[in-house]
DNA sequence: CGGCGTCATTAACCCAGGTTAATTGGACGG
DNA sequence: CCGTCCAATTAACCTGGGTTAATGACGCCG
């Protein structure tokens, strides 16, 4: 399974850090050129905005993989946060150490591309919710498709996933809980 | 330069195809399992909804590359349209001759590695432009960001393409010449 | 125990965008 | 030159979600 060839792998190069929650992994404008692999715990990648306004890209669990690409692929800073929403323990890499792994160990090339290809997917799923579905629409199948997840999130953070208000799902809810039989 | 090294790759295992404006080169619901390289030309990628309203993915001019990833990764049917807006010439490669000109030719792994990766990179600026921006921010930064295409496109397929309708746009663009000094 | 901060809910009001439909204005073909 | 078609605009009306603010409901700590 992919996520323990990387940890095999990454265990000895990296290192393995405590999050507690609320610290910062990495922070919008740094450049955090590391790969990190989520071991225990679950964070969130969020943006934002010069009047303090969060827009939040995704929630990653344990199992998870964070990269910021503008770091990886143009040494740019990075375009959001990532913060620990519960304590977290957190396997660091950097890209150098990843670049001499890779060559002393070719298959790892799969597996990063299995990751990239896994992203583009994700987040063209995502595209398309917020193209073709309704924010109603969007909570539904989230709450489907990450029951796990959704339990362990606060409202105000699923709806800046959802990218609502708070209050806007507040509303979604009552009305989910009057309409049907 | 990306494009050129792809297109020589693959210019004599490919098929280049003529498609007249208005021809489908795939539809939702088909598996497509080949890579698309426009040539010549401009096509767009849509959802369609069973109630019949379009919402555009991406346009892709010449120079672009299109490829399912639920047929390539899963051998899933496309989940989109692909339309030629213009007159088009299309290079056609299957996966399978992708697949032997990738073990004939290892280089080519790190071109398609390139794609995925600037393909992600898309995708999240787009996720960016729903989540924290509005209509007429995402209006604005499309016209600045590809004026060329903007030029090729009706407003309608613009209008879908950021996720409103075509009544919406003409009134972000009227205000628009009314405002600015 | 009481005070405090935080999150969720609710209400009231406002506005952007959706919907429907009418109008305009080319482009095209007869 | 005159219909026809379709894209774009405009108007009128409606609705979903934003904003602000008030109210509960906890949990924490002094």
Redesign the interface.
């Known amino acids: 399974m992919l996520f323990m060839e990387l940890v095999d792998l990454l265990a000895d190069k990296g290192k393995l850090r405590p999050y507690p929650k609320g610290r910062f992994v990495f922070r919008q404008g740094e450049k955090a050129d590391k790969l990190f692999l989520i071991r225990q715990g679950l964070v969130k990648a969020y943006?934002e905005?010069h009047d303090g306004?969060e827009?939040?890209?995704s929630f990653i669990p344990e199992g998870g993989l964070i990269a910021s690409?503008?770091v990886i692929?143009a040494d740019q800073p990075s375009?959001f946060n990532v913060l620990a929403l519960e304590d977290s323990t957190i396997l660091e890499v950097t890209k150098a150490d990843l670049d001499s792994l890779q060559t002393q160990h070719p298959p790892l090339?799969q597996v990063l591309?299995s990751f990239?290809?896994g992203?583009?997917?994700k987040?063209?799923k995502?595209?398309?919710e917020?193209?073709?579905l309704s924010a109603d629409e969007r909570y539904q199948r989230f709450c489907d498709a990450e029951p796990g997840l959704v339990a362990r999130l606060s409202q105000m953070d699923i709806a800046r996933y959802l990218?609502i208000t708070p209050v806007a799902l507040s509303r979604i809810r009552r009305r989910r809980l009057q309409a049907p039989a």
């Open positions: 943006y905005t306004k827009f939040i890209k690409l503008h692929v375009t090339t591309y990239l290809l992203l583009a997917m987040k063209e995502r595209e398309y917020f193209l073709c990218g």
